[in-house]
């Protein structure tokens, strides 16, 4: 039998910051992959577009945020959101 997977989904406020992590326990990303994960046009799957991680990233700094992951083939793949907590108009 394969394990379960899941994914967790965690949020919190520290230091003014809203962070997010979204957590899986997959076999990780390849090394070859993970360097050019967040690049425009990059997929490895046969139907995909190559723009999802790109554009989360895109979105996330537009807001002053960053996006960062680590992964290993034992645990599986952690997303990082971080952004700006704050009450106040953000214009960009």
């Known amino acids: 039998d ?5 994914i967790t989904i965690c949020t919190r406020l520290s ?11 997959g076999s990780g990303i390849a090394p070859d992959v993970a360097s050019t994960l967040f690049d425009l046009l990059r997929t490895t799957k046969k139907e995909g ?20 992951f680590e992964t290993s083939a034992a645990t599986g793949t952690t997303f990082k959101v971080v952004l700006p907590a704050t009450t106040e108009a953000l214009i960009y």
């Open 2 to 6: 394969a394990p379960h997977k899941y």
């Open 15 to 25: 230091n003014r910051q809203v962070i997010l992590t979204v957590t899986d326990n």
């Open 49 to 68: 577009m190559g723009i999802g991680l790109w554009l989360s990233r895109t979105i996330v700094e537009s807001h002053q945020g960053t996006i960062e």
